[in-house]
Structure formats: C-alpha cells, structure tokens
C-alpha cells in the first residue's frame, strides 16, 4: 500500500511540474520575432455589414477601425474583424463590399479556400448561436446536442468548420480542455463556464495536397504539422456533406504564433466540386493576406517556389497566386498604416 501511495505521489508531482513547466505554452500568441506573419482572410460580401454582424455575434470578433493594410484597390466599404485567441492579437478576417450579387454555391469539396475553422469548448451551444444569427448547419449527423464538429455556413454560404478543443500542444492544461469539452459534449452535460472561441485554420483543398504543402514549406520557410489525414466512410461524409467524400492531406504551420497556432490544412477530395477558384473580385473567400519583414526576399522565394506576382505596390505589397491559382497579399511591416 505504501509503495502503491509512493507511486501516486510521484505520479501527481510529475505532472504538477509538468503542468507549472508548461503553463506557457499552453496560452496561444502572437509572436513578434517571425519573418513572415499569417494576418488575414480576405472576403468579399454583397452585404459585407451583415457579414461582418454574423462573425462579431457568433464567434466574438472584434472590429478594427481603420485598417488599411489590405485594401489594395481602395474600396469604399470594408470591414476589418480581430477573431477571438491570441491575446486579443490574432488574425483577422477582412470584408469587402462586393458589386456581384450572385454568389456560386459553397460545397465543402470546392477548390482554393473552401473553409475556415474554429475551435469552441461548447460546439453545440454555438451551432445554436450559429443559426441564431442567420447561419446555417451543413453537416448531417443525426444528433446534433453530442457532435465533436460540424461543418456550417454563414449568411453568404461560406463553409465553416467548428470543433472542440484539440491538445496542441500536448500539456496538462490543453489536455484537460480537450477531454472535459468531450465528456461534457457527449454526455449532454452542462457547457464550460467559459467558451474560449479560437481561430484553427485555413483550408486549402487542392488536387495535389503534397504539391501544394511543399510549396508552402518553401514560400513561408515553415513545416508540416499533425499527422496525416486519411479520412472516409460515414463520419466524413455526415462532417462535410459530400457523399462518397475520401479525404487526404496534412496542415502546414502558418508562420508568427506559438505552438499550436493558425495553420493551413491542405486538403485532397477524391471528386472536386465543379466550382473554379475565386479571383479578386468574386465573392466569398478570395485571398489570404501575410505580414512579411521584406518584401523582396519574400518575393523571391515565392516566385522560386513556382509561385507568380500579378501586381506589385513599389516595395508595399504584392497580390500573388499560389501553384492552385489562390490568392496571397502580401504587406511589407515597414508600410503598415493606422489612421
């Protein structure tokens, strides 16, 4: 009994240690120090206003007044949001007053930036703040009170994904979050007090996820992350909507934050939609937008890698497409403004 208590002790000190060692790591944040910093999704919206409201009530992002950094063709009506995590210093979401009126339908097999996602300790209590606010659910699963994750859409038909809390990093403090949001979601219990909302990830969905995540390793001078999907069957198809869906791919960490930060989750579907991808001035997700500390080497290694610039501001910003045709601003740090 003795021996089995000594055990326990050690066992319990460990991971008290372990969970005081670690306690930084677990608080997700910008870092100031990066050559590259992933900023924002650019959108365009036929009523970037309501748009915007949807994104404020459902997921608690905050509008920025008079940012400048993104609006390449000076468009009068733009909508800048902070999204939740990170210390109030997260990436952004960017809205655009679009004079298209007829959006394509959003399918989660679409090629470029076919979803968004985030993260939520109470999935079920914002799939209801989520249709609440003019969005609507796309995923199929029977019950939707004990989900992990659900794909929706916003008032515009932009395909979003919501899940609980994953361990990234692998701590004491992202371990407890990840396992009482499941327990508590699966057995209908009562939410967390607090529904810490973060902003996850990109996604990229692709022809050729492993062309398209070497790309990206080069351009960004960053890695893979996670393991690798390797998704099918019914789960999959309930998650996305997509019959028959077989999904490949692997994320690719997003440079400027901590362990566990934004990334960009490059996908493969077995069958594409037939949608093409967006160019500037469609509607929906059309870019995504990166701080760089030099706009030439930056260039230089995007171009290298295969990429191409389609206009250039002196050494300002750069509007570039990627291998798959997508859209990347990119801002150089010295040229940020603020009114």
Known sequence: MKKTLSVFGVLLAGILIWSIGSDSKSNYRKLDNSD?????????????????LFYQNTFGAILLENVTDWNLTENKEVYTL???GYAEEGPSLTI???KQTKPDVSFANDLGYAHICFESDNVPGLIKRIRSN???IISTFDDLEKVPAVYAADPDGNIFEVHLPFPTPVTPKTIYRTLNSLIRTNLKLSPPENDSIRFLHVNINSKDWVKTIEFYNQVLNTQTT????DYSGDFIKNLTGVNGAIVKGKHVVLPGYSDGGPTFEVFTYNESSSKKIPNQFDLGRVATGFYVQNLNNALE??????????NQ???????LKDLDGNLIVYVERKTIKRD
């Open 226 to 229: 996670g393991f690798e999907r």
């Open 96 to 98: 655009f007053k679009s």
């Open 313 to 319: 501001k002196n050494n300002e910003w750069a509007l």
């Open 134 to 136: 003019g969005g609507k």
């Open 82 to 84: 902070r999204t939740s």
């Open 36 to 52: 590259f910093l992933y900023a924002t999704v650019i959108m365009n919206s036929k009523n970037p206003e309501k748009l915007f």
């Open 301 to 310: 290694m995007f171009t290298k890698a295969g990429g191409s610039i389609l």
